[in-house]
């Protein structure tokens, strides 16, 4: 069982985008990819999804070389929330949380298929717009419904690329619980593409420190999240606070 990645390569034409990248993602456990603007942190997450051809290395699925499963099979296991949103047909929230549901086509089991997506929807704070097109939605409310899309089909990986980012402070931080949540009452496999250091401070527990396609870092958030490293790679001061709770904070200077 598990992901891992094994010497990895990407180039864009000449652009080497991901360069030797090896790692693995724990079971039960968010891994947060972080790094600078351009640095490849979708790129990775679209190595991941098989939605670029791997130029070198290899991505281990439960002990299986990617490249070796079907579009099906892997759908089943992998649920994806990406930055790339189709708007082009007029589905109802409820029509598209159910396409979360299609992996499954074969074996259609309306009371299951139902009760799969009645949670992802409730889960989300989604069902109040369940016969709404989604081209009414705001960003945020979109967001929600993808990440129900995802839900509705039991993912054993979770793989999401920014989820947040059209989110207000307030879905922002239930999202966030929402995930760690999941993550460890299912033993999901969380990989969240973030940017906001707080939201990877406070929820993660590993991170994964992309520079120009380089892994800089990796290992225990709490560990490696440290003023040293982030001026180190983002080129910022900033320091750590702990409020009256003895949470920890970051603080950007
Ligand atoms: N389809 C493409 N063709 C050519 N270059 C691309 C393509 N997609 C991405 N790139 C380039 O690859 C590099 C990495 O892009 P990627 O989207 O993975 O970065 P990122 O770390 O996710 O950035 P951001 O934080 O801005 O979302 C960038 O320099 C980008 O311009």
Redesign the pocket.
Known sequence: MGLYINNLSFS??K?R??KNISTTFNQGEITVIT????????????GIMSLIKIEKGSIYLNNKDIRRYSVEEKSRILGYVS?DIYRDFDFSVYEVVEMGRYPFKKEWNYAKDKKAIDLALNLTDTKVFRDRSINSLSGGELQRVLLARALAGEPKYLIL??PASNLDIAHNIEMMKLLKKLTRELGLTTII?L?DLNSILHYSDNIIM?NR?KLELQGKTKKLLTPENIKNIYGISSEIVIDKSGRKHILTI
């Open positions: 864009y034409g652009n985008i991901l790094g600078p603007n351009g640095s490849g942190k979708s790129t990775l997450v679209k930055q690329d920014e593409v940017h992309l396609g």
